[in-house]
């Protein structure tokens, strides 16, 4: 039928993990960029972002997060690259079963919150996914998704599709590197092994 259908994969884990960290380090969640172009160790750092529990696809208050593959040689920006990685890695699981579940692959994402002010977690997010993502003027995604809702109930607009493409104007485009899509998809692996090796354990710390 022509109903509206939302497929949604909400998790626990986005740009508070880079606030977290911040306070970690003693620094600030605007010094990001900065501190992201500083030289990186080759050997990474995964890191399982589930700091306040895990939504899609756990549904698990109690896991907690952890960073893996530490080395004396490693320091903040390699933490600060593993936490970013790390959310996208989570994004993908959610993607793919986003697009297991609706048969077809999505062709682009918006990024929006405080996040999608960092062009480096854009670039991230892309090269993770493989697919072009793009931020948008709006600073608050949710209250454009309000107004377009509103603008075609009061009939300004014939249908929400046509009111998003008269609402939404795009800030920036960020294309995947093919090449860093290929080194992230190894990391990515290593995620979703880690992730699942670790679950029991790290559940279980979330109880204690």
Not at 10 to 17: K, L, T, V
Not at 54 to 79: I, K, M, N, Q, S
Not at 173 to 179: G, I, L, N
Request: aromatic share 6%; with cysteine.
């Amino acid at each position: 039928g022509n109903g509206l259908h939302h497929l949604g994969g909400p998790s626990q884990a986005g740009a508070d993990c880079l606030a977290w960290l911040a306070e970690v380090l003693g620094s600030s969640p605007d010094a990001l960029d900065q501190r992201l172009a500083e030289p990186r160790e080759q050997t990474p750092v995964l890191f399982l972002p589930h700091l306040e529990g895990a939504r899609v696809p756990y549904w698990d208050e109690a896991r907690r997060g952890a960073f893996l593959g530490l080395t004396r040689r490693h320091r903040a920006v390699d933490l600060a690259w593993a936490v970013l990685e790390g959310v996208a890695a989570l994004n993908r699981v959610v993607l793919d079963r986003a697009e297991a579940a609706l048969g077809d692959p999505i062709s682009c994402l918006r990024f929006g919150g405080g996040g999608a002010a960092s062009t480096s977690w854009c670039q991230v997010k892309a090269d993770m996914l493989n697919r072009p993502v793009e931020t948008v003027i709006s600073a608050d995604p949710g209250l454009t998704g309000a107004a377009i809702v509103a603008s075609t109930a009061l009939g300004d607009h014939p249908d929400l599709t046509s009111a998003q493409a008269d609402l939404v104007k795009v800030r920036q485009r960020f294309e995947p590197d093919s090449a860093r899509h290929a080194a992230l998809t190894k990391r990515y692996h290593a995620f979703v092994a880690a992730d699942a090796a670790l679950a029991p354990i790290l559940s279980q710390l979330g109880e204690a």
